[in-house]
Structure formats: structure tokens, C-alpha cells
């Protein structure tokens, strides 16, 4: 047997898809399971904190956050945790990916709580954190954008963030700006936390600048 395919990451992919196509189907599974600050306020319904997470709007939707959550997830998971902080790291990739979309979804409560119009889905908070978790072990490696054009990762995050923050302050469209950028920031943080040696490393290589300066 492969033991690959079994990793949490592969796994966490694979029930997030399966359930939203179910969702995308089925309204009343979908409307169960939707972030709605106000059936939480009322009914105590705090699942949806993380039930929301599994579920998309479109395949689009769907296949962009379990992209990158399968291309970060599993160098988390099997490689940067683990040599840091050795047998815990499995639960602790649990509490950074279910942490992140749990809390990214605190500041849409607080805001939307007495809002009936106001409904939430997908797992961008996880997988931000998660993207960024990669960053603070690796601040200069590069993602490549459209698979083509090298873009340092701490570079991409600080644009992240900035992009996120001024989305939602404009309050345009439909997209969970600020859990975006709440979830980028609870996977940085957290991971610091775990190993206080990770905070100074990262500053360390951040100031070091990238190997082709």
C-alpha cells in the first residue's frame, strides 16, 4: 500500500471534495452546514465554524483551495512539523488547518451576527493558514504564479495580506476577505508558538534576504 496517500492532507482533500459535490446538490445539506452568524447566535449552532469548511460554492471554488492546501499541506504535514516538532506534528497540522478556519471565521460572526442575509462557505481560512505556516520556515522560496513567474513567498504573503485587508475594507463582492487574512495570520502565529525557535529563525532568514541577492 502507498503509504502517500494517506497523509491527513490527501485525506482532509478528499472528504472536502466528496462532500462538497454532494453539497452542491443538495440545498438542504448545503444550508446545514453554511457559516450563518445568525443561526449561531440563535440556535448555539457553533459547528458551523468548521462544518463551513467543507463545503464550496463551485468546482472552481473547490478546486483552487484544494490545490493549494494539497501543494502546502503536505510539505507542512510531512516534512516542516515534523522536523520541528517531531511526534506532536500531526496533531498540531489538525489544530493549524481546523484553527484557521475556525478563527478566520470569528471576525464574519462578530460583524454579521445579527445579519439574516449573510452566509458563509469554503475553507480559505485553513488553507491560508497553512500557506502560510510554509512561509515561516521558508520566507524566500518561490511560488510561481500561473507556473511560471517566481514570486518569493514572503513577498506573496505580505501582498496577501494587503490585498485581503483592502478588499474587505472596500466591502465589494461576495469573497470572505477578511477571513483570508485572519486565517494567514493564525497560521503564522500559531506555528511561531509552537517552537519559539521558528520566530527567530524566520527573522533570521528574512533579513538574510533571498540566495541570488
Known amino acids: 500500500m502507498n503509504t502517500d496517500a494517506l497523509s491527513i492532507t490527501n485525506i482532509i482533500v478528499a472528504i472536502t471534495c466528496l462532500i462538497s459535490f454532494l453539497c452542491m446538490n443538495n440545498e438542504r445539506m448545503k444550508?446545514?452546514?453554511?457559516?450563518?452568524?445568525?443561526?449561531?447566535?440563535?440556535q448555539g449552532q457553533f459547528y458551523r465554524f468548521l462544518s463551513s469548511g467543507f463545503i464550496h460554492a463551485d468546482v472552481l471554488h473547490l478546486a483552487v483551495n484544494m490545490f493549494v492546501l494539497w501543494s502546502f499541506g503536505n510539505a507542512v504535514e510531512r516534512f516542516y512539523y515534523p522536523s520541528f516538532l517531531g511526534q506532536s506534528s500531526s496533531a498540531m497540522y489538525l489544530f493549524l488547518y481546523f484553527g484557521g478556519i475556525a478563527v478566520a471565521s470569528i471576525p464574519s460572526y462578530l460583524r454579521h451576527k445579527n445579519d439574516v442575509n449573510y452566509a458563509a462557505l469554503g475553507a480559505s481560512g485553513g488553507v491560508s493558514a497553512v500557506v502560510f505556516a510554509v512561509i515561516v520556515f521558508e520566507p524566500w522560496q518561490n511560488l510561481y504564479l500561473y507556473a511560471l513567474i517566481p514570486v518569493p513567498q514572503i513577498l506573496a504573503g505580505v501582498a496577501y495580506l494587503a490585498y485581503s485587508w483592502y478588499?474587505?475594507?472596500?466591502g465589494t463582492g461576495n469573497i470572505g476577505h477578511n477571513a483570508h487574512f485572519t486565517g494567514a495570520i493564525w497560521?503564522?502565529?500559531f506555528t511561531c508558538a509552537l517552537n519559539i525557535d521558528l520566530l527567530t529563525r524566520f527573522i533570521q532568514k528574512t533579513l538574510e534576504g533571498p540566495s541570488w541577492l
Open 31 to 42: 444550508s446545514a452546514m453554511i457559516f450563518h452568524p445568525v443561526t449561531i447566535k440563535q
Open 167 to 170: 478588499a474587505d475594507r472596500r
Open 187 to 189: 497560521g503564522f502565529a
